[in-house]
């Protein structure tokens, strides 16, 4: 995991506001429940209390599914993004489903 997760990790644990380069994690709510982790000022993470959505918001890139596996090992673990054959899956563990790129998926 890299740094900068590491500190989205953290923000999004402690419901703390963060900025950092090219990463932001908005806490909108009281107690710190309604959260959104942009990439780029792209919304690639929304949800609260367990109910999370992700969305590569339109670019399959190796950072966009880098954020949201570092996301995805906190709050879902059986779940993750890959990339195979130029064909990118979020895989619950089970069976993987292809992602379209500007849809948001649900995790829980």
């Known amino acids: ?6 500190q989205m990790i953290n923000a999004i644990t402690n419901g703390e506001n963060f900025s950092k380069d090219n990463t932001m994690v908005r806490i909108n709510g009281l107690g710190g429940y309604i959260q959104e982790v942009c990439l780029h000022g792209n919304l690639i993470i929304r949800g609260s209390r ?3 959505q992700i969305s590569l918001a339109g670019w399959d890139t190796v950072t966009t599914k880098s954020r949201i596996n570092a996301f995805l090992s906190m ?6 993004i ?3 054959n ?10 993987p489903v292809v992602m ?3 849809k948001f998926y649900n995790v829980k």
Do not use: F, W
Request: glycine share 6%; aromatic share 12%; proline share 3%.
């Open 82 to 84: 890959y990339t195979k």
């Open 50 to 52: 367990g109910n999370y």
């Open 100 to 102: 379209d790129n500007r």
């Open 75 to 80: 709050v879902a673990p059986n779940y993750r």
């Open 86 to 95: 130029h064909t990118t899956y979020l895989s619950d563990g089970k069976k």
């Open 1 to 6: 995991m890299r740094k900068i997760e590491q």
